[in-house]
């Protein structure tokens, strides 16, 4: 048997720029904006397994990953934008020159806990099952504003989403030859949903809730998989 213990931490920063036309207000102006995207992930893993007992040989361990990143687009400003809004009625004159920025912060945590174990019986055959039991949960916060959006400071409530589930794997091997082996296998897997934030009530629909919106749940998929593996001479 063996164990082993596998951790790595990530930093990654992009940033773009692009330019982009606004008539808001009765201004034409081509606006540079500027978009930053940060994360950071932390993940680790520990894993052990152990030889044959009565045929029985496995592998178990547990599995826990933290992601955060912020999206963010700094204030752009509109040149003549106070002066351009003096007489507006519907939000007024505007006490500013910023059209728009946004911030946008997202928290994932995932943990995990699995195992997986092998039977041998009747000299050829070959048994596996596994489980994954996970717990994820996400966190997320979204302030912007604007003369675009009405508001100087649109601050969203926080968002959340947490949700749990178990993966089963089962597999069956025949060694028919030296070189031959056959096999069959089947596994759950998962895609994780997320927090969208608060929506309109207008975007329910019936059998759908704005909670259903808001709080979008995994996907699940089972894989079936059969075949051969044959081993070629050199």
């Known amino acids: 048997g063996f164990a082993a213990a596998v951790s790595y931490s990530t930093d990654r ?13 009765g201004l034409e102006q081509n606006f540079w ?12 893993e520990l894993r052990a397994s152990f030889d044959p007992v009565h045929n029985v040989s496995g592998t178990f ?4 990953s933290t992601t955060r990143s912020l999206f963010s687009i700094p204030p752009i400003d509109a040149t003549g934008l106070v ?4 007489n507006n009625t519907v939000v007024g004159p505007w006490p500013n ?8 912060w997202f928290h994932q945590e995932d943990k995990s806990v699995f195992g997986e174990f092998y039977y041998k019986f009747l000299e050829k055959f ?25 508001s100087e400071l649109n601050a969203r409530p926080p968002g959340s989403n947490s949700e749990s589930g178990l993966n089963p794997k089962v597999g069956l091997s025949y060694q028919a030859a030296d070189a031959m082996m056959v096999y069959a296998s ?3 897997g998962f895609r994780a949903g997320s927090d969208t934030g608060p ?4 975007c329910t629909a019936p059998g759908l809730t704005a909670d259903d919106i808001e709080h979008v749940k995994a996907d699940t998929v089972w894989s079936y998989e059969v075949g051969t593996k044959v081993q070629l001479a050199n």
């Open 97 to 104: 020159e910023v059209l728009w920025f946004l911030d946008n």
């Open 83 to 86: 002066a351009a809004t003096a």
């Open 186 to 188: 089947a596994s759950k």
């Open 126 to 150: 070959n048994l596996t099952l596994g489980a994954r039991q996970y717990w994820l949960a996400q966190h997320s916060n979204t302030d912007s504003g604007g003369f675009q959006d009405f």
């Open 13 to 25: 920063n992009t940033m773009s720029r692009f330019c982009s036309q606004d008539v808001s207000a």
């Open 33 to 44: 904006e500027s978009a930053a995207n940060y994360v950071n992930q932390f993940v680790e």
């Open 61 to 64: 361990g547990a599995f826990y």
């Open 199 to 202: 929506v309109s009530l207008r």
